[in-house]
């Protein structure tokens, strides 16, 4: 592209200059199919998929030339805003958007995660635990968080947002085994709030009270999950969060030295 440009999806999609200046249209329908062309990974989408993505699968009779009208829109955005209307190519089965290396946040994301991983695999703790924390850093909010209207889209931002549960998890993980359980109870609370019902979530706020010398908080955090699960859900907690329970309750020396489950597999 003329100008180094940026896509962000890691929270409200934008596309910014290396400056930071927005350059991100502002119809909905741009937008969306700018998002939809940037996280197919650098390959085409055909027009049939663009279609029902865009139109949630009723597209009107012209949404052929629609799409094509669209498509024009784009470029003309992309040329008056100093980029390349060319990296939008038109390539069978569709269309192609190139991009330079490391152009969408979540590329810059997956890259740190899949290091934090090595480092974790390889004894170094400390190491992957910024690496974690430098892939969160590049969030913003919830995937796509101006597109959710979008059911494809919608669809694809919570499967985002799912990385960034896991890498949290993770984080998590790694400094409860750094010993800093202490410095993570306010996190944590933090994260069963946003979410409720993930169970991971509650159990590594467990170990971290009750490592902090809080076991009567730590039960109150099991009563809190099993309440929510039971009363929207009709289930009880699974078997590992259970078992974690009767562990706080019976003060098993165990839990000092308990690898949480993700890191044990």
């Known amino acids: 592209m ?119 695999g390889a004894g170094r703790l400390e190491e992957a635990s910024l690496a974690l924390s430098r892939a969160l850093e590049l969030w913003a909010g919830p995937a796509l968080a101006d597109l959710r209207t979008v059911p494809a889209l919608h669809s694809l931002g919570r499967r985002l947002d799912e990385k960034r549960s896991a890498a949290l998890e993770e984080r998590a993980e790694t400094e409860l085994l750094l010993g800093r359980h202490k410095q993570l109870t306010g996190e944590l609370y933090g994260l069963i709030d946003e979410q409720p019902m993930r169970e991971t979530f509650h159990e590594l706020l467990m170990l971290a009270l009750y490592r902090s010398g809080r076991p009567a908080e730590a039960l109150m955090i099991y009563n809190r999950i099993r309440r929510v699960l039971i009363d929207e859900l009709g289930i009880e907690p699974g078997p590992r969060l259970r078992q974690l329970q009767q562990s706080v309750l019976s003060r098993d020396i165990s839990l000092e030295a308990l690898v949480p489950a993700h890191l044990a597999c």
């Open 2 to 120: 003329s100008k180094t440009v940026f896509f962000r999806v890691l929270g409200t999609f934008t596309v910014e200059t290396s400056g930071g200046t927005p350059r991100t249209p502002q119809a909905l329908k741009l937008r969306a199919l700018l998002a939809l062309l940037c996280l197919n990974d650098g390959h085409p989408m055909s027009a049939p998929q663009l279609i029902e993505a865009l139109w949630s699968g009723a597209p009107p009779r012209t949404a052929a030339t629609a799409l094509q009208v669209y498509v024009s829109r784009l470029r003309k955005h992309l040329a008056e805003s100093g980029l390349d209307a060319s990296a939008l190519v038109t390539r069978p089965p569709g269309y192609l958007l190139e991009t330079a290396p490391h152009a969408l946040d979540l590329h810059g994301f997956e890259a740190l995660y899949r290091e934090a991983g090595v480092l974790r």
